[in-house]
């Protein structure tokens, strides 16, 4: 598509308006949780996550932190300088756990996998 001189790729929205009753529900493309290849001589993995699998990292990092949190704030206020180091510990021990370490990931990405699956 051609627009200003400039070559454009089409996009998801449909210049043309809705189409039906499910315009806004349209969801034809298909998210999945990664892709395994291997590229160039050496034998490498390379595990690409797709935006999904991101959000649900990023939803259950908040929920823990925020039971953390929660838990933490039951520490009495006298040791409020252990609570505050309690409290930073907490946060960057599950950042570490849930966006750098490969293993957790991993398992929550087949965890994701098996919540999407409807049994009937």
Do not use: H
């Amino acid at each position: 598509m051609k627009w200003l001189g400039y070559t454009c790729l089409p996009t998801a929205i449909d210049p043309r308006g809705p189409k039906g009753r499910n315009a806004m529900t349209d969801d034809r493309i298909m998210p999945g949780t990664g892709a395994l290849e291997t590229k160039g001589s050496q034998r490498t993995l390379i595990v690409e996550r797709v935006a999904e699998t991101w959000q649900f990292f990023a939803f259950v990092f908040a929920a823990l932190v925020t039971f953390a949190l929660t838990l933490l704030d039951e520490i009495p206020a006298r040791l409020w300088l252990w609570r505050i180091a309690a409290k930073l510990v907490a946060f960057v021990g599950l950042a570490y756990l849930m966006l750098v370490n490969v293993r957790i990931r991993g398992w929550l990405s087949t965890l994701m996998v098996t919540f999407k699956q409807e049994r009937r």
